[in-house]
Protein backbone atom coordinates (compact mmCIF):
# COMPACT_ATOMS: atom_id res chain seq x y z
CA UNK A 1 0.00 0.00 0.00
CA UNK A 2 1.61 3.59 -1.52
CA UNK A 3 2.12 6.71 1.70
CA UNK A 4 -0.16 8.43 -0.18
CA UNK A 5 -3.44 5.85 -0.24
CA UNK A 6 -2.54 5.73 3.83
CA UNK A 7 -2.14 9.60 4.03
CA UNK A 8 -5.57 10.23 2.27
CA UNK A 9 -7.79 7.40 4.14
CA UNK A 10 -6.40 9.42 7.17
CA UNK A 11 -7.76 12.29 5.70
CA UNK A 12 -10.68 10.88 5.08
CA UNK A 13 -10.70 9.45 8.74
CA UNK A 14 -10.45 12.36 10.06
CA UNK A 15 -12.94 13.92 8.01
CA UNK A 16 -15.46 11.96 9.33
CA UNK A 17 -14.15 12.16 13.07
CA UNK A 18 -14.93 16.39 12.56
CA UNK A 19 -18.69 15.46 10.98
CA UNK A 20 -19.09 13.03 13.89
CA UNK A 21 -17.69 15.36 16.50
CA UNK A 22 -20.17 18.14 14.84
CA UNK A 23 -23.23 15.66 15.23
CA UNK A 24 -22.91 15.37 18.70
CA UNK A 25 -22.65 18.74 19.90
CA UNK A 26 -26.00 19.44 17.68
CA UNK A 27 -27.65 16.84 19.26
CA UNK A 28 -31.12 17.66 21.29
CA UNK A 29 -30.08 17.78 24.83
CA UNK A 30 -31.60 14.76 27.01
CA UNK A 31 -32.88 15.77 30.44
CA UNK A 32 -32.23 12.79 32.75
CA UNK A 33 -32.75 12.99 36.75
CA UNK A 34 -30.38 14.57 39.71
CA UNK A 35 -29.34 10.98 40.62
CA UNK A 36 -27.68 10.00 43.67
CA UNK A 37 -24.62 8.31 43.81
CA UNK A 38 -22.24 7.06 46.62
CA UNK A 39 -18.51 8.39 47.44
CA UNK A 40 -15.91 5.79 48.14
CA UNK A 41 -16.21 6.68 51.65
CA UNK A 42 -20.39 5.38 51.39
CA UNK A 43 -21.70 9.80 51.31
CA UNK A 44 -24.47 11.00 48.98
CA UNK A 45 -23.44 12.72 46.40
CA UNK A 46 -25.43 13.57 43.63
CA UNK A 47 -24.76 13.95 39.92
CA UNK A 48 -25.54 18.42 40.84
CA UNK A 49 -23.22 18.23 43.18
CA UNK A 50 -20.73 16.70 41.17
CA UNK A 51 -20.33 19.86 39.24
CA UNK A 52 -19.66 21.62 41.40
CA UNK A 53 -20.12 25.52 39.68
CA UNK A 54 -19.24 23.92 36.27
CA UNK A 55 -22.08 23.34 33.95
CA UNK A 56 -20.10 20.73 32.35
CA UNK A 57 -19.65 17.48 33.60
CA UNK A 58 -17.97 14.47 32.05
CA UNK A 59 -19.07 11.15 33.29
CA UNK A 60 -17.17 7.38 32.96
CA UNK A 61 -19.14 4.44 32.81
CA UNK A 62 -16.80 1.88 34.20
CA UNK A 63 -18.66 -1.74 34.30
CA UNK A 64 -16.14 -2.09 37.92
CA UNK A 65 -13.47 -4.45 38.90
CA UNK A 66 -14.72 -7.07 37.85
CA UNK A 67 -13.44 -6.55 34.03
CA UNK A 68 -10.22 -6.00 33.38
CA UNK A 69 -10.57 -4.33 30.18
CA UNK A 70 -12.48 -1.24 32.30
CA UNK A 71 -9.69 -1.18 34.72
CA UNK A 72 -6.88 -0.27 31.78
CA UNK A 73 -9.23 2.48 31.02
CA UNK A 74 -9.53 3.78 34.32
CA UNK A 75 -5.77 3.04 34.42
CA UNK A 76 -5.09 5.30 31.69
CA UNK A 77 -6.88 7.97 33.18
CA UNK A 78 -3.96 8.39 35.77
CA UNK A 79 -1.92 10.11 33.18
CA UNK A 80 -5.00 12.27 32.27
CA UNK A 81 -6.73 13.24 35.51
CA UNK A 82 -4.88 16.63 36.09
CA UNK A 83 -5.16 17.79 32.34
CA UNK A 84 -9.39 16.78 32.57
CA UNK A 85 -9.84 18.40 35.69
CA UNK A 86 -8.05 21.81 34.08
CA UNK A 87 -11.15 21.81 31.58
CA UNK A 88 -13.73 20.50 33.16
CA UNK A 89 -14.95 18.40 36.62
CA UNK A 90 -15.24 14.78 36.01
CA UNK A 91 -15.80 11.37 37.39
CA UNK A 92 -15.52 7.76 36.92
CA UNK A 93 -18.86 5.91 37.72
CA UNK A 94 -19.21 2.00 38.85
CA UNK A 95 -21.45 -0.65 40.03
CA UNK A 96 -19.43 -1.80 42.23
CA UNK A 97 -20.36 -0.81 46.25
CA UNK A 98 -18.56 2.08 47.62
CA UNK A 99 -16.37 -0.31 50.06
CA UNK A 100 -15.85 -2.31 47.00
CA UNK A 101 -14.99 1.04 44.89
CA UNK A 102 -12.58 2.42 47.66
CA UNK A 103 -10.30 -0.91 48.36
CA UNK A 104 -10.25 -1.34 44.41
CA UNK A 105 -9.74 2.41 43.15
CA UNK A 106 -6.99 3.34 46.43
CA UNK A 107 -5.13 -0.35 45.06
CA UNK A 108 -4.90 0.64 41.54
CA UNK A 109 -3.54 4.82 43.06
CA UNK A 110 -6.32 6.23 41.10
CA UNK A 111 -5.97 9.83 41.50
CA UNK A 112 -9.50 11.16 40.49
CA UNK A 113 -12.51 11.23 41.61
CA UNK A 114 -14.87 8.02 41.81
CA UNK A 115 -18.57 7.18 42.62
CA UNK A 116 -20.76 4.25 42.87
CA UNK A 117 -24.11 3.59 41.32
CA UNK A 118 -24.50 0.32 43.15
CA UNK A 119 -28.56 -0.26 43.92
CA UNK A 120 -29.32 2.74 41.79
CA UNK A 121 -31.00 3.20 38.17
CA UNK A 122 -28.03 5.48 36.77
CA UNK A 123 -26.29 2.97 34.36
CA UNK A 124 -29.86 1.67 33.36
CA UNK A 125 -31.61 4.68 32.51
CA UNK A 126 -28.02 5.88 30.85
CA UNK A 127 -28.07 3.20 28.32
CA UNK A 128 -25.09 1.16 30.37
CA UNK A 129 -26.44 -1.48 32.36
CA UNK A 130 -29.02 -4.11 30.49
CA UNK A 131 -31.09 -6.19 32.63
CA UNK A 132 -32.70 -9.71 32.05
CA UNK A 133 -34.09 -12.30 33.30
CA UNK A 134 -32.95 -10.92 37.07
CA UNK A 135 -29.48 -10.64 36.06
CA UNK A 136 -27.45 -7.36 35.36
CA UNK A 137 -24.99 -6.77 32.86
CA UNK A 138 -23.21 -3.12 32.24
CA UNK A 139 -21.33 -1.97 29.29
CA UNK A 140 -18.21 0.28 29.53
CA UNK A 141 -18.59 3.95 27.93
CA UNK A 142 -18.62 8.04 28.25
CA UNK A 143 -21.26 10.60 28.56
CA UNK A 144 -21.38 14.55 28.48
CA UNK A 145 -23.44 16.25 30.43
CA UNK A 146 -24.37 19.73 30.98
CA UNK A 147 -26.74 21.93 33.99
CA UNK A 148 -29.00 24.60 33.46
CA UNK A 149 -31.29 25.91 35.19
CA UNK A 150 -31.12 23.59 37.68
CA UNK A 151 -31.62 20.52 35.17
CA UNK A 152 -29.07 18.02 33.95
CA UNK A 153 -29.03 17.39 30.58
CA UNK A 154 -26.65 14.52 28.69
CA UNK A 155 -25.70 15.89 25.37
CA UNK A 156 -23.66 13.29 24.11
CA UNK A 157 -22.02 9.73 24.74
CA UNK A 158 -20.25 6.93 23.68
CA UNK A 159 -19.53 3.21 23.95
CA UNK A 160 -15.88 2.13 25.01
CA UNK A 161 -13.84 -0.68 23.37
CA UNK A 162 -10.55 -2.10 21.73
CA UNK A 163 -10.16 0.39 19.16
CA UNK A 164 -12.46 3.67 20.80
CA UNK A 165 -10.64 6.94 21.00
CA UNK A 166 -10.50 6.95 24.42
CA UNK A 167 -7.63 4.52 24.89
CA UNK A 168 -4.61 5.02 22.88
CA UNK A 169 -2.72 1.78 23.73
CA UNK A 170 -4.68 0.36 20.92
CA UNK A 171 -3.34 2.49 18.61
CA UNK A 172 -0.08 1.92 19.09
CA UNK A 173 -0.79 -1.91 18.79
CA UNK A 174 -2.20 -1.03 15.19
CA UNK A 175 0.94 0.19 13.76
CA UNK A 176 2.19 -2.97 14.20
CA UNK A 177 2.19 -5.89 11.34
CA UNK A 178 0.59 -8.36 14.65
CA UNK A 179 -1.73 -5.43 15.63
CA UNK A 180 -2.22 -6.57 19.51
CA UNK A 181 -1.33 -10.19 18.50
CA UNK A 182 -4.07 -11.52 21.01
CA UNK A 183 -2.95 -9.55 24.08
CA UNK A 184 -5.71 -8.79 26.90
CA UNK A 185 -5.51 -6.16 29.38
CA UNK A 186 -4.21 -7.67 32.86
CA UNK A 187 -4.43 -6.38 36.90
CA UNK A 188 -0.88 -6.47 36.91
CA UNK A 189 1.83 -6.07 34.74
CA UNK A 190 5.08 -6.45 37.29
CA UNK A 191 4.26 -10.25 37.28
CA UNK A 192 4.77 -10.93 33.79
Known sequence: MSKE???????EIEEKRKEL??????????EI???????????DISLLNLFGEA?????????????R???MWADGFRGFSEIISDRMPWVLTS?????????????????????????????FDLGYETRKDGRKSFQP??????????????????????????????HFFDLFPK????????YDYTSS
Open 69 to 71: YCT
Open 33 to 43: KNYILKTKEGK
Open 141 to 170: GVSSLIKKEGKIYRIAHDSFGPGDYYNAAW
Open 95 to 123: PNSPEVLKEFSENRNWNFRVASFHNTDFG
Open 5 to 11: KIQQLQK
Open 21 to 30: VQLRQEQTPE
Open 55 to 67: DELLVIHNMGKEC
Open 179 to 186: GDNGWIPK
